[in-house]
């Protein structure tokens, strides 16, 4: 029983972008209310969920569960080929081709056992004390800020202000985002993370297109980061790194 | 006595880049009814005509036939500093320097000694079943396409369609283009041949500026390309590579 | 005692970068009237000279005469980030560190002992009997003219015409600039000295900014430009290199 879909090209592309700033090659499920996957990078610091609403589709032809295994260097290679408003319609098999048309070509492309791919994390279950909502381009212009500086960043709240800072050797920056700078900011106690930088500077490209984000924080506990676009649902969540004094 | 002669910049640059996708270097044969050269790629696959009619310059004193050397590299540099509408005024003799001027500046170049450079090619005398007339950038779309799953394309007509496929290991692409999609197809029996996307690709960054190509199509013979750009007359021909199995 | 200023992100990034073509630390001297900086280059063929008036800024709370080192490239990373309008406000201390606000960011930069920065020159006192003035774009298209042909320019005067020619093994080329495309000529004898076109090309950057740029000229003599990019002075020098034969 093959799955047959077609969407905006630029919806997928958008969408498979956000995974594939921590992972090449991904377990993409199929299932009746949208596709999904999580992906967890090499170095298990990093963790990204995504799922695109079935709603999300031009059409969406679902007859059972299935999983298929992805390489989304090569999707990528062929989507940036059509433009974004291109209608892209894919028929595929568990474990087998799928195919993909768009404006006009018909690719056929091998799809990898998803076997062979890392398994799916166990999204841990966070009690975060901090949530604040702010807008990805905010978030994304404190990431280039502190990189600049130092290759780690300190987000805390304090009296319902976010505060951002990062330390080099010898020089500093800090950020100070109050409740006029913040869309929401509800944290009943202080929290206090680090993290390095490598990664939020790629989870933030994908960031940065949202107006609204939320953010989930604790005191030495992973962040995460919880968003929307081109109708996809998006969730980071990255572990922290152990200050040194 | 001196060949002088004046064209608009963009004219004579896009004529020339035509050319020196394929070779650096070319013999420029200066005739009362334009200027014309004949050029072969080092691998003898390829091979480019170039014909800028008299009627294509602005002013065009010619006193007597004269072949001129020249480095395409040398007066690209020169007329990338010019803007696409200015004038560029050109006196040459034979076997000697060329004076060029534009927006105030002038250049003495040294011209390369004809006999040194390759031998122009002999034409073919091709007979090619196949001729389809069609948008230049469809070509470069499909050849952009097949370029990312294989290194070579088949083209092969069918039906009154033009099929362009790529195999690659696991993968694989088909463009079918119909009546519709094409501006003309004659086809007396149906053709078929592959070729090598290193050169195709590189004459698609000049065919796609056409909005009219005529394509010469045979079964395992060369495939010649004929279009007109900035006024120019260009010629394409590529030899097809063998089908492995 | 602090220095504190305010100032337009971009007016402070193109007038520092004047500098920074030539120079990656500076010695910056605050004074009542302003901040200025004098930089040699390492091989001592070219040096920079900049004046940011005290009107230019936003606010300029000076109390005592003090000399900071800098290091352009850090300085440059940070103003990068902000927009051109964003008004940046700096406080520093004879010394210290520099602390830096602009857009919702803090920094906090250290500074460079100034005593380990290359000595500020002397400027040679020199009198050179061509003055010309003509537009800075210009200036830049004739360097980059000359610098297809050859690694050095000679720039002259001549009957009140500006003649700027390049020489290379084989080729060559020549601008002859009369009054009609220079704003002045005042020449008392002609002169002409050959330059190297490394130091012309970076200086050009900031050159073809100014739409004044005036030039004093001698014969095998340093070359002088004096222009106003961002509301700063700025001056050129750049000594000559001797022509063989």
Redesign the interface.
């Known amino acids: 029983m093959a799955f047959k879909a077609s969407i905006k090209t630029g919806k997928l592309k958008e969408s498979l972008d956000a995974v594939g700033r921590l992972v090449d090659e991904i377990k993409l499920n199929i299932t009746e209310e949208g596709l999904n996957t999580k992906a967890v990078d090499p170095a298990n610091v990093a963790m990204a969920l995504l799922t695109i609403p079935e709603d999300e589709f031009e059409s969406y032809n679902y007859t059972e569960d299935m999983t298929i295994g992805i390489d989304l260097n090569?999707i990528d290679?062929?989507l940036s080929?059509a433009s974004n408003e291109d209608i892209l319609k894919i028929e595929t098999e568990e474990g087998s081709m799928m195919n993909i048309q768009v404006?006009?070509?018909?690719?056929?492309?091998?799809l990898i056992d998803p076997s062979t791919i890392r398994k799916e994390p166990n999204i841990p279950d966070l009690e975060l004390p901090a949530e604040i909502v702010l807008n990805g381009q905010r978030i994304q212009?404190?990431i280039?800020?502190t990189e600049?500086?130092s290759d780690y960043i300190v987000l805390s709240t304090e009296d319902n202000s976010l505060i951002i800072t990062g330390e080099g050797d010898?020089?500093?920056?800090?950020?100070?985002?109050t409740e006029d700078?913040l869309i929401k900011i509800d944290s009943t106690e202080n929290a206090r993370s680090l993290f390095s930088l490598d990664y939020l500077s790629d989870m933030s490209k994908s960031i940065q297109k949202a107006p609204e984000v939320t953010m989930h924080l604790g005191t030495d506990y992973p962040i995460m980061f919880k968003f929307n676009i081109a109708g996809s649902n998006i969730e980071y969540l990255l572990a922290p790194r152990i200050e040194s004094d």
């Open positions: 090569r290679d062929i080929l404006s006009g070509f018909e690719y056929n492309i091998s212009r404190a280039k800020a600049k500086i010898t020089d500093s920056v800090k950020i100070d985002l700078d």
